[in-house]
């Protein structure tokens, strides 16, 4: 089975040897020379068409260098455009990052500070409420004491008066 290239191949001999009739026609050629041996008119045809198949092969290949160095260019392009998109990205990346540790680290110092005035404001109200039950007992303990001098010193004098009554 025929591959593209022999296709291909088949196709541009097919087409210069279109092309060859043309070229021949075109040059003039003297009276004597057609005369001449038929076999060297042969020849002269196929040296022509030799020629202009050369011709063609290099215009072929010339094309084929030219796709080359262009897909290969479009290829250049493409890999740069692909490096610059990962270093932009990469860059907004790390910029979105310090970013978000920046907020964070805003976010830790705020929440640390506000812990800080909270435990302030429980141990001043702490150390209030001790304040209050130390002067409240202290009161209550300065007023029984007082009650319980009174007692004793009631009991005292009670107790004398029944001694002083008994002793009299």
Not at 46 to 60: F, I, L, T
Not at 87 to 107: G, P, Y
């Amino acid at each position: 089975m025929p591959t593209q290239k022999d296709r291909s191949k088949k196709a541009s001999h097919a087409a210069e040897a279109k092309e060859v009739p043309a070229e021949i026609e075109e040059t003039p050629m003297a009276e004597d020379e057609r005369s001449g041996n038929p076999l060297d008119e042969v020849m002269s045809q196929a040296e022509r068409a030799y020629a202009a198949y050369m011709d063609a092969e290099r215009q072929v290949a010339k094309a084929y260098h030219e796709n080359e160095m262009q897909v290969a260019k479009a290829y250049k392009r493409a890999e740069a455009q692909a490096y610059r998109s990962y270093e932009s990205t990469v860059s907004k990346a790390m910029k979105d990052r310090e970013e978000a540790l920046a907020k964070a680290a805003k976010a830790r110092e705020e929440a640390i500070q506000q812990a800080e005035e909270s435990y302030r404001s429980s141990e001043q109200l702490a150390s209030s409420a001790f304040d209050a039950s130390v002067a409240e007992a202290a009161s209550s303990r300065d007023d029984n004491i007082e009650r319980a001098w009174q007692a004793r010193d009631n009991t005292i004098e009670q107790a004398w008066q029944i001694y002083s009554k008994i002793a009299r």
